[in-house]
């Protein structure tokens, strides 16, 4: 993959790269040179690029710097979010019927989550689970009637949805729903992402509620609610995001050590690396939702190890 030499292109790559550059500036206080002179040395050229060539390329193409002859910044990035929906054995939520599979999911691997762990989960849910615990469920509603939708349960859900969308479209404000998306976003990576501390938390915390605030009264939101409306939609996942946001600030306030992908500055070893707890914090933290501008209530699930046992993790051993 070569770069082009299509002026349109090369407008699209400097932009890129400007992008880059930017966020390279922003979190200049992570970033990392890597270079790969050791292992072109060790390995040969031909090697590197048979295996990271494709990469490479992309490199290049966006920042314009040769990595094979020059290192390489990079800097940390969001890869999962940790945690996810409750479920029971069975993979249901609280909601009878209702089933979480996958990555949605806190089960296997909700405080640790990796990129072939997502994959093992989606997997296991799917192939290995799913198939028999749903299926026993629906065995049980065969003979069940047409579920109803003429009751006053089904009623107001309905009316709550409607008035959320009506409000969305009647606010009509200045900003898009992209810009407070990014503002959000800004919010969390700068006090709730890889290395969170007290005070980063209780700041993000304060942040996305006047944001929310922001959002309810000066976002615009175009079309119409009975057409395709991309808009709409986002607007909707905004308010759940702005609502995640704050909880996920929350859960790590409270938690008052560093493990997993949780890293707490107040909570590190001597050498840096991750601090645990397990006398006080060996549990699942489910959150409650009590309803709008209240704080969620926190349920303690204990985590019984009995053939494996948590363990400081160490990278240089």
């Known amino acids: 993959m070569k770069r ?13 790269a400007a992008d880059l550059v930017a966020q390279m500036t922003l979190h200049e206080k992570v970033s990392q040179m890597l270079s790969w002179a050791p292992a072109i040395e060790r390995l040969g050229k031909d090697v590197i690029k048979q295996r990271y060539g494709n990469l490479f390329d992309m490199y290049e193409e966006i920042t314009d710097v040769n990595p094979y002859e020059q290192p390489m ?24 019927g209702l089933y ?3 990555e949605a999911n806190f089960s296997d691997h909700g405080a640790n989550r990796l990129g072939a762990s997502a994959l093992m989960q989606g997997l296991a849910d799917g192939y290995f689970v799913l ?10 509603k065969i003979q069940a009637p047409k579920v109803k939708t003429d009751t006053k349960a089904f009623d107001e859900a309905e009316k709550g949805v409607k008035d959320k969308i009506s409000k969305l479209l009647s606010i009509n404000g200045k900003q898009s729903v992209d810009d407070i998306h990014k503002k959000l976003g800004h919010i969390m990576w700068e006090n709730v992402g890889m290395a969170r501390s007290k005070e980063s938390l209780e700041k993000a915390i304060v942040e996305i509620q006047a944001l929310r605030k922001e959002f309810w009264k000066d976002v615009k939101v175009v079309g119409k609610a009975n057409e395709f409306n991309v808009e709409l939609e986002k607007a909707l996942r905004l308010a759940d995001f702005l609502e ?25 070893t001597e050498e840096g690396e991750a601090k645990r707890d397990d006398e006080h914090f060996v549990y699942a933290a489910v959150w409650e939702y009590k309803g709008e501008n209240e704080a969620p209530e926190l349920t303690k699930e204990p985590l019984n190890f009995e053939f494996v046992h948590p363990a400081q993790r160490n990278y240089k051993d």
């Not at 910044?73 to 009878?96: C, K, S």
């Open 4 to 16: 082009t030499k299509n002026p349109a292109k090369e407008a699209e790559y400097r932009k890129r």
């Open 100 to 102: 979480a599979i996958g």
């Open 73 to 96: 910044q990079i800097f940390p990035a969001v890869h999962y979010t940790m945690g996810g929906i409750w479920v029971d054995y069975n993979l249901m939520t609280t909601i009878p």
């Open 244 to 268: 995640l946001g704050e909880l996920m600030a929350r859960d790590a306030l409270n938690r008052e050590e560093s493990c997993g992908g949780h890293f707490r500055v107040e909570h590190q």
């Open 131 to 140: 198939p028999y615990t749903i299926g026993d469920y629906l065995s049980h």
